[in-house]
């Protein structure tokens, strides 16, 4: 699979110059291939928010740049304002993101400010609400009077409405209860299986990434620690809890059955694959 975006040599430090000058990214080199999955993770101050906004262009490196399909993003010919319709930025706090008087007209936003008309972008953000599972009662509403949840949805069809092809979620579930970050990230999880859309999550939870993604991230403290399928990185979870993360429970629950005895494979993460390993040994396989 070729590569839709590819991150260079990257580096950020922010205040550069001044006493304040502190290094957000190093040096960081990473791929993301079209149509996959990533998770990105790391403790809080590590990056990750940096680091994503200079995948559509928002923000510029100190070093280093962005390829978007094979073009640099940072190069002074390229259209920023076009990519940023291609990848979709969804910041941590929707708040930011909306700021139209009702849901419909800030859905509406991205396309008109791509040049299409009233009728159009109408039709664009009605799409685009369905997409994120936005019910039709709230459309007239203010942003502001929406739950967290639907706030959340507000925002991602703000993006969606502009048809990317990579969106990129900046902690989407976080503030939300369980059964609302449970509806947030399958109504994610269906926009990469049913549209194709490369997706890159920046998560908190192990558990979620074990879930959905097929590529995993990490940072620490700047710097990339691991690229790679997330089982893989799962398996370092000393290292992960050297850096204030951990594997998700189950690698844990699956290490203490290893200990007692237990034939199980060691690189579950998910609740399915344990109920299958479960299921396995129950059987006598
Ligand atoms: P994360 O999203 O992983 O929590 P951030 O990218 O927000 O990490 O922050 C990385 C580092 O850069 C932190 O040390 C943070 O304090 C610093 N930082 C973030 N934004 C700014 C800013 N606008 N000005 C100065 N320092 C910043
Ligand atoms: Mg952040």
Same mark, same amino acid.
């Given at each position: ?171 989407? $579930?976080?503030? &939300?209860?369980?059964?609302?970050? /449970?509806? +947030?990230?399958?109504?994610? !999880? =269906? %926009? ?5 859309? $490369?997706?890159? &999550?920046?998560?908190?939870?192990? /558990?979620? +990434?074990?879930?959905?993604? !097929? =590529? %995993? ?69």
């Amino acid at each position: 699979m070729a590569a839709i975006i590819k991150v260079d040599n990257l580096t950020h430090i922010y205040q550069a110059g001044t006493v304040m000058q502190s290094y957000a990214i190093k040096d960081i080199s990473f791929e993301i291939e079209e149509g996959s999955f990533v998770g990105l993770i790391g403790h809080t101050g590590s990056g990750k928010s940096t680091l994503i906004q200079h995948l559509n262009g928002l923000i510029k490196p100190s070093s280093g740049t962005v390829f978007f399909k094979g073009e640099d993003i940072f190069a002074e010919s390229y259209s920023l304002k076009q990519l940023r319709s291609r990848v979709g930025l969804v910041f941590q706090y929707p708040e930011y993101q909306l700021f139209e008087e009702d849901v419909i007209r800030d859905v509406m936003y991205g396309p008109k400010n791509m040049g299409f008309s009233d009728e159009e972008a109408r039709e664009k953000a009605i799409e685009a609400l369905k997409l994120a599972g936005m019910n039709e009662v709230f459309y007239e509403r203010s942003p502001f009077e929406l739950s967290g949840g639907q706030k959340r949805r507000a925002a991602i069809a703000g993006v969606l409405s502009m048809e990317p092809e990579v969106l990129i979620l900046d902690e989407p $579930t976080a503030g &939300l209860d369980p059964k609302g970050r /449970d509806e +947030i990230l399958d109504t994610i !999880d =269906k %926009l990469h299986r049913e549209k194709g859309i $490369t997706i890159v &999550l920046v998560s908190h939870s192990m /558990d979620d +990434i074990a879930k959905y993604a !097929d =590529k %995993l991230l990490v940072l620490d403290k700047g710097e990339l620690k691991y690229n790679d399928v997330p089982k893989a990185v799962f398996r370092e979870y000393k290292e992960l809890e050297k850096i204030g993360l951990s594997a998700p429970q189950l690698t844990y629950l699956a290490a203490d059955l290893i200990k007692q005895g237990v034939d199980i494979d060691p690189e579950i993460g998910t609740v399915e694959e344990a109920k299958n390993e479960i299921l396995r040994l129950l059987k006598g396989e």
